[in-house]
């Protein structure tokens, strides 16, 4: 008798994704899926607002990256007023660090929230650990210490945030053309030295290692477990800089092979020109791919494992992330990595980087200089415009359209989980097979693998679906007359 | 201690609004002006800053909270956390005083005051004086504005405090 599995919600209570397998009389996997079931909406509700707006109304789509949502709309604003890359009219420095400053400290909160609240207590617990155990205030009764500093690295990155973008969440820094504020000399030196509480930027640097130290440990504990979980084979896709490595808020977006080997470099405002979107009837989430491979040769990943996989090495500045990205790599022997698993592994080498490049930044007179913005002439207007960054999960595209009025006619947002959609049902069927195959009981073990899967990517299916502990979850198992015959609930 | 309607007036004969007017204390408004009732917690600190009350204390205003705030209660000695509610079991306005419990309730974007304060407790060591003030709420849709109700058991509260400051 074949079964169907459904797992709903995946993730938070309000439940916007669920997962179903499906399999044979064997108990052998046929096919895993992950829908997404929800539908905001927000392309169609900004048409017609003012086109200044949009940055700061298309950033609620997110409580989590939200900067990354509002950088990308103010580069896709920049264009449109004639002030953005695409008129070949570079922004001037104090603007493009201060957006930069805010990116990099989302960044890292945004890793910091992934990695130490919703991952690392299935490292330190186990998948088939409880779930009342197996979340963040499991680890406050393990570790306090450490939990400590993880709220003292979280609290710096809002403050920080706050400090450049003027609130804690959904800023208002950024304008066409620039930004409305440099950083005062007061919030420079209290984001640098610590005060009222707040850490300094060393300890920042020093907390953010924590992550790398665990994953070692746990890697080392558990190596075969970690690597042979869910390896898949995907092209690589980040931003670079003219280096060709990573740069989080602007480059061309490259796409390197499993030799790393360059597939296609693009100019981000051509991206149509070489991606099309597959769609599925059970699935309001996208399938993007390169036209010229094909839906299946032709998707990427993109986040953390991507961009390190993509990156050859960072820069000098940034001296203890540069040697964390050497050993990564030196692991796979030149290789693109596909292991799920070593995305937190790269995930914790970004919280470093991101920390390494705050410091860097703080120290720029730049970030103090008056000059903020540039205003073009009202002849300069070109009425479209395409922003892209490299969010905490991957590559984010916003496009937009006005008319001479200045009110929004078109939008159109490519979020990282998106580009992700294929790798993570490839994720999903592997791990599904691997852990669910052949058996006849399904257990919480066997459904928390199925999550670890998706929860690697850190998912953003509804403004930042980070959440476990205790969620929900509902394992139905149907005969093939679709007629309940087992359930199973935590 | 949960109070009922019939123990609230005594219970407030010790709650005074006086002892949170110095720097050591924090009253934090938690909830969302854009979902109706919702926002009373928010429109309490409205008030207080109108009417220039506790004007020493850290007043704060908070979709919900985050672990972050077992850090930031660990530098206060008395908290009012000041929240609406749904329960029918609460007719106009609740106080009570609460203690540390790791209820497990965490998720990404929503814990409970008890789990902040067991954190506080293991990570930092030390506890505070810490009380919920709840307030019945109507209505939590897309929409602005407190409903007639809720503005009256915000007024309510408000009166009773008023009589306690004056």
């Known amino acids: 008798m074949s079964r169907k599995i459904i797992i709903d919600p995946v993730t938070r209570i309000e439940g916007h994704g669920k997962v179903t397998i499906h399999l044979d009389d064997n108990n052998q996997v046929i096919d895993a899926k992950l829908h997404v079931v929800e539908f905001r909406g927000f392309e169609k509700f900004i048409q017609g607002h003012p086109y200044w707006e949009a940055p700061m109304l298309l950033q609620r789509i997110c409580g989590i990256c939200f900067v990354s949502h509002h950088l990308c709309g103010a580069k896709a604003l920049d264009d449109m007023i004639g002030a953005g890359y695409s008129t070949g009219v570079s922004m001037l420095p104090t603007p493009e660090k201060m957006r930069r400053l805010a990116h990099y400290m989302q960044q890292l909160q945004s890793h910091v929230t992934a990695y130490f609240y919703l991952i690392v207590p299935e490292m330190l617990f186990g998948m088939d650990a409880p779930p009342e155990q197996r979340n963040v205030l499991g680890l406050v009764e393990a570790d306090p210490d450490l939990v400590k500093r993880v709220v003292a690295l979280r609290k710096w990155g809002q403050e920080g945030i706050k400090a450049v973008l003027g609130k804690r969440m959904h800023g208002i820094n950024s304008i066409p053309g620039g930004v409305n504020q440099n950083l005062s000399i007061e919030a420079r030196d209290r984001l640098l030295k610590g005060e009222d509480g707040l850490i300094s930027i060393d300890d920042v640097i020093e907390y953010a290692q924590d992550g790398l130290k665990l994953f070692y440990e746990f890697h080392e504990k558990n190596r075969q477990e970690v690597d042979s979980f869910a390896e898949i084979p995907a092209l690589n896709m980040c931003l670079v800089g003219d280096d060709g490595n990573v740069d989080y808020y602007h480059g061309k977006m490259r796409i390197v092979d499993k030799n790393k080997e360059i597939v296609t470099e693009l100019d981000y405002h051509d991206y149509l020109d070489h991606f099309s979107e597959a769609t599925e009837e059970w699935s309001y989430m996208k399938f993007p791919f390169l036209k010229a491979l094909g839906r299946e040769a032709g998707s990427v990943r993109v986040g953390p494992l991507a961009r390190v996989n993509v990156t050859k090495s960072y820069s000098d500045d940034t001296p203890l992330a540069k040697a964390a990205l050497e050993r990564f790599h030196d692991y796979t022997q030149g290789k693109a990595n596909d292991k799920t698993l070593h995305t937190n592994w790269a995930r914790s080498i970004e919280i470093l980087h991101s920390a390494e490049l705050i410091k860097v930044l703080l120290n720029d007179p730049d970030l103090q200089k008056e000059q903020l913005i540039i205003t073009p002439p009202k002849s300069a207007w070109t009425g479209e415009g395409v922003g892209v960054v490299e969010a905490p999960r991957g590559t984010l595209l916003h496009h937009y359209r006005a008319n001479e009025e200045g009110n929004i006619t078109f939008a159109n947002l490519v979020v990282a989980t998106t580009q992700n959609n294929t790798v993570m049902n490839r994720s999903i069927h592997s791990v599904a097979e691997s852990y669910l195959g052949g058996k006849t009981e399904i257990t919480e073990g066997m459904m928390n693998a199925i999550e670890v899967s998706i929860r690697a990517y850190d998912p953003c299916l509804s403004c930042a679906t980070h959440a476990m502990g205790q969620m929900p979850l509902v394992l139905s198992v149907f005969n093939a007359k679709g007629e309940l015959v087992n359930e199973f609930v935590r | ?166």
Not at chain 2, 5 to 24: I, M, T, V
Not at chain 2, 141 to 159: F, K, P, S
Request: charged share 25%; with cysteine.
């Open chain 2, 1 to 166: 201690m949960n109070l009922s309607a019939s123990d609230l007036a005594s219970s407030l004969e010790h709650f005074s609004l006086d002892q949170y007017n110095n720097n050591s204390s924090l009253i934090y408004g938690i909830g969302n002006v854009g979902r109706q009732d919702d926002g009373l917690g928010w429109a309490f600190i409205d008030w207080l800053e109108q009417e220039k009350l506790c004007d020493k204390a850290e007043l704060v205003r908070n979709y919900q909270l985050h672990l972050e705030d077992a850090d930031l209660i660990s530098y206060k000695k008395k908290i009012l956390f000041v929240d609406a509610t749904k329960s029918k079991g609460v007719k106009t306005f609740e106080i009570e005083q609460l203690s540390p419990k790791m209820d497990f309730s965490f998720t990404s974007h929503a814990i409970s005051i008890p789990s902040i304060m067991a954190t506080c407790q293991q990570c930092f060591d030390y506890l505070p004086d810490v009380h919920l003030l709840t307030i019945r709420g109507y209505e939590w849709e897309l929409q602005e504005g407190l409903t007639q109700h809720a503005q009256h058991n915000l007024t309510t509260v408000i009166d009773y405090l008023k009589r306690e400051v004056g």
